[in-house]
């Protein structure tokens, strides 16, 4: 066992890692200095990028005594969402999720904040709850996170994904553009760049409606960005399922590649895109270099 006690930028522990293994310890560790004690190297020290050029005081000018409503609340990006608009400020902020568990735990998560938070179960798809939704609580600034983003699921059930990710998108950007709401952050996908999947292709009819109804009164923008480390039903937590059942890594291609970013980190940049954005406008984050996932297992 080894247990690395210093401070290292990513590339630096990435680095010795590899060097740890090579001389065959693969048991390390890392001494946390916060809370005194050692834990278990993880994948995400290994591939987390520490977030460049942004402006947390830009961010909370943005939020500031803000109502902020926040679809697909109870997501991986969207629990991130809820937690840092509660970081930086916002006076009020509505959860919407059409999952009972999802909003159950970010309403548990977020429980000392109880008075700021609302948590709204309900489908974007249901236009009259919305509305009133809207009309209730005079959200100034939407975050819309909600979507099926599983490809193979999408590709099996197109139906389902053209129905939740463009219907939805479509009807709650008519409802704030209704209701009067004055700034609409989409997120989107790098997978909506030309396009070869049912989920991709949703994404991008999103981007195209939602921007084109950004006026002076509406500002519109969405926000692309690529594989979030540990996010529902991806590679990390696919790999880290399969190892602690004593099962082969499945790879669908040995020279595919992804870029990947930490939760937190993308979260960071989209409210940024969200503060700097005048409306029309379409953000692509920068993803660092990819990794090969064969690298990764």
Same mark, same amino acid.
């Given at each position: 066992?080894?247990?690395? /006690?210093?401070?290292?930028?990513?590339? %630096? @522990?990435? &680095?010795?890692?590899?060097?740890?293994? +090579?001389?065959?310890?693969?048991? !390390?560790?890392?001494?946390?200095?916060?809370?005194?004690?050692?834990?278990?190297?993880?994948?995400?020290?290994?591939?987390?990028?520490?977030?460049?050029?942004?402006?947390d005081s830009a961010v909370?000018?943005?939020?500031?005594?803000?109502?902020?409503?926040?679809?697909? /609340?109870?997501?991986?990006?969207?629990? %991130? @969402?809820? &937690?840092?608009?509660?970081?930086?400020? +916002?006076?009020?902020?509505?959860? !919407?999720?059409?999952?009972?568990?999802?909003?159950?735990?970010?309403?548990?998560?977020?429980?000392?904040?109880?008075?700021?938070?609302?948590?709204?179960?309900?489908?974007?798809?249901?236009?009259?709850?919305?509305?009133?939704?809207?009309?209730?609580?005079?959200?100034?600034?939407?975050?819309?996170?909600?979507?099926?983003?599983?490809?193979?699921?999408?590709?099996?059930?197109?139906?389902?994904?053209?129905?939740?990710?463009?219907?939805?998108?479509?009807?709650?950007?008519?409802?704030?553009?209704?209701?009067?709401?004055?700034?609409?952050?989409?997120?989107?996908?790098?997978?909506?760049?030309?396009?070869?999947?049912?989920?991709?292709?949703?994404?991008?009819?999103?981007?195209?409606?939602?921007?084109?109804?950004?006026?002076?009164?509406?500002?519109?923008?969405?926000?692309?960005?690529?594989?979030?480390?540990?996010?529902?039903?991806?590679?990390?937590?696919?790999?880290?399922?399969?190892?602690?059942?004593?099962?082969?890594?499945t790879l669908t291609h040995p020279d595919?590649?992804?870029?990947?970013?930490?939760?937190?980190?993308?979260?960071?940049?989209?409210?940024?895109?969200?503060?700097?954005?005048?409306?029309?406008?379409?953000?692509?984050?920068?993803?660092?270099?990819?990794?090969?996932?064969?690298?990764?297992?």
């Open positions: 066992t080894a247990i690395i /006690a210093l401070r290292l930028e990513q590339e %630096e @522990l990435k &680095k010795l890692f590899e060097e740890l293994v +090579a001389y065959g310890i693969c048991d !390390v560790k890392i001494f946390s200095f916060t809370r005194n004690e050692a834990r278990d190297i993880s994948i995400e020290d290994l591939l987390a990028r520490k977030p460049k050029d942004l402006d909370a000018a943005f939020l500031k005594d803000k109502v902020v409503l926040v679809s697909g /609340a109870g997501g991986t990006i969207g629990s %991130e @969402l809820c &937690k840092q608009c509660i970081k930086f400020g +916002a006076k009020h902020l509505i959860m !919407v999720d059409h999952s009972e568990y999802n909003l159950y735990k970010i309403n548990d998560d977020l429980n000392l904040y109880k008075e700021k938070i609302t948590p709204i179960l309900l489908s974007i798809l249901d236009k009259q709850s919305l509305d009133e939704v809207l009309k209730t609580y005079k959200p100034e600034l939407i975050l819309h996170a909600a979507a099926y983003k599983h490809v193979p699921l999408c590709e099996q059930n197109p139906h389902s994904a053209v129905i939740n990710n463009i219907l939805g998108t479509k009807i709650l950007c008519d409802s704030a553009k209704e209701n009067k709401v004055a700034k609409f952050v989409m997120i989107s996908t790098d997978k909506a760049v030309r396009p070869t999947n049912i989920m991709g292709c949703t994404k991008r009819v999103c981007e195209l409606y939602t921007l084109s109804m950004s006026d002076e009164n509406f500002e519109v923008a969405c926000v692309r960005f690529g594989n979030v480390l540990g996010s529902s039903g991806s590679v990390i937590p696919k790999f880290k399922a399969q190892i602690a059942n004593n099962e082969p890594l595919i590649v992804r870029y990947f970013m930490l939760v937190a980190e993308a979260v960071q940049l989209v409210l940024q895109a969200g503060a700097i954005a005048k409306g029309g406008e379409l953000f692509v984050l920068d993803m660092g270099k990819p990794v090969k996932i064969i690298d990764l297992a």
